[in-house]
């Protein structure tokens, strides 16, 4: 030990221990020897700062042996770097008696800076006057350097993901958002709503587990396409949608020894609006040919079908006129004439059967209903505004997907439409609306289709399904439309009604009411 030391030890050993009989003392050679071997350094000033001792870790951090530091300032160790108020609180705080913590940037003895975190205790005597400081600090330098690191990629990561170019959304277990970019809050500001990952996700539908303890790592679903409905004139907006699990380490003590950690979704989704804006002038384009030739076929399939039927009426007549004159004689040759007509008749009734064009064999798909109406609103643009009727689309943001036959639905949703058109193009009638709505009911889909039209009798409401039954002017139409429209429903395992609107509308105007099983 060196010839200070002895000092130290004195100065260590100048405060007599107080205890009760009884009471376990510490040894004064423990104590000291505790102080010199502690793994932080360590130095005791007098009032004014001037060094009268310093441990071994003291000198490993700063460079300064014991007798290079003893009856020197603690302000040897200044960088002058550090901001004078700092050095005001300190002496603020230790001249009245009161500990102070704080960083300063000091300088070891071959001139390297770095960052102490330092604790000043003043020691008093028994009567309460300061006569020493004991001063505590660690190096802090690759602490600073680790924070430093992390605040800036913390800073460079929120900068990139607030400045990406697409909707980012961090879930909780509860599909909670906990963390959102700046294209999400705009997409929220947008759609006028408060969170719309809920959208997303029902939009993806049940592609994923969404229960914690199956989730796995990785991607949870992959370039999954959703489309957005709104309400009014606005046109959809679609959506690449991925979603990816992220685990986190849960920062609890509890989860020192035994790691947990909880999952979290990070759902990015990259608007491809302006793409599928592109692909359906193109699918518009091609469907307005397809439906242009279905409807012509449905005209000619509507005529051959009403012929046959007003045809079969007389052919019926024959048949028991010829049956009748059979049972009065055997050879009555009036009776074998009828016969002779009545089998030119049938061969000619079937002929005409055979040329009704058969509906085409459909694969069944899936199939996005508001897409469906959107798209028989699009090829009806035209008629609509020549009717001069208003239309109000209020679809259900975003609605699962329904299992048929999409051509089908869509020849079911456009005779609908055309019927509303027709009892609203009334000469005379100035109320003109189409009210177009769709939701979810439990495992349903329910399509709602309103015009403010005359209406449609109550007992009438049942008989408009009955094939070639019309309540339009003849000639115009066979009655076939209904008909056609409640068996592509049943085709698909739905129910399809008629009714009045509630009492206290506006106009007398007519109700139907679709609802498609989502799973047939």
Request: aromatic content about 6%.
């Amino acid at each position: 030990m060196d010839e200070k030391k002895p000092e130290a030890k004195q100065l260590l050993q100048s405060t007599p221990a107080r205890c009760q009989p009884g009471e376990a003392v510490l040894d004064d050679h423990v104590f000291f020897h505790a102080v010199e071997q502690a793994d932080i350094a360590i130095s005791i000033t007098d009032p004014q700062a001037n060094i009268l001792y310093v441990n071994p870790s003291f000198s490993r951090v700063t460079g300064y042996t014991s007798e290079e530091a003893v009856g020197c300032n603690e302000s040897m160790l200044s960088n002058k770097t550090t901001p004078p108020e700092v050095y005001k609180s300190l002496w603020r705080n230790i001249s009245r008696g009161q500990a102070w913590t704080g960083r300063l940037v000091n300088r070891r003895k071959n001139g390297t800076r770095y960052l102490a975190e330092l604790t000043i205790t003043p020691v008093a005597d028994d009567n309460g006057i300061i006569v020493n400081y004991l001063g505590l600090h660690r190096d802090l330098t690759d602490m600073h350097r680790l924070e430093c690191k992390v605040r800036n990629q913390m800073s460079l990561i929120e900068s990139v993901v607030d400045g990406a170019p697409m909707v980012l959304a961090l879930l909780d277990e509860n599909d909670r958002v906990v963390l959102d970019n700046q294209e999400y809050k705009k997409l929220q500001s947008d759609l006028n709503m408060e969170e719309p990952a809920p959208l997303f996700l029902n939009g993806i539908g049940s592609g994923f587990d969404r229960h914690p303890g199956a989730r796995p790592s990785g991607h949870a679903f992959l370039d999954q396409e959703v489309r957005i409905d709104r309400k009014g004139s606005g046109g959809p907006r679609w959506f690449s949608c991925s979603g990816v699990w992220v685990k986190v380490d849960d920062d609890h003590a509890d989860a020192f020894f035994e790691a947990t950690a909880t999952t979290y979704l990070l759902l990015v989704a990259k608007e491809t609006t302006s793409l599928r804006a592109q692909q359906e002038k193109a699918r518009m384009a091609a469907l307005q040919a397809l439906v242009a030739e279905e409807e012509r076929i449905n005209a000619l399939r509507e005529s051959l079908s009403a012929a046959v039927y007003q045809l079969e009426g007389p052919l019926n007549m024959i048949s028991s006129a010829v049956g009748m004159l059979s049972r009065r004689s055997k050879d009555d040759p009036m009776a074998d004439a009828l016969a002779e007509a009545l089998k030119n008749g049938e061969e000619a009734l079937e002929k005409l059967r055979g040329m009704i064009p058969r509906p085409s064999a459909a694969a069944s798909a899936s199939a996005n209903i508001n897409e469906l109406l959107r798209s028989v609103l699009d090829i009806s643009t035209p008629r609509l505004l020549k009717a001069g009727i208003r239309v109000a689309w209020k679809p259900q943001a975003t609605l699962p997907p329904v299992n048929g036959y999409p051509n089908s639905l869509m020849t079911l949703f456009k005779s609908l439409v055309d019927n509303a058109v027709d009892a609203m193009s009334t000469r005379g009638w100035r109320e003109r609306e189409l009210i177009l709505s769709t939701r979810s009911v439990g495992t349903d889909i329910e399509v709602r289709i309103e015009d403010s039209g005359p209406g449609i009798p109550a007992d009438l409401q049942l008989k408009v399904f009955e094939p070639f039954f019309t309540t339009k002017q003849q000639g115009s139409h066979m009655g076939t439309g209904l008909a056609i429209a409640q068996q592509i429903v049943m085709d698909h395992g739905g129910t399809i009604t008629i009714e009045s609107p509630p009492a206290g509308h506006a106009a007398p105007g007519c109700v139907v009411h679709v609802l498609l099983p989502v799973t047939r």
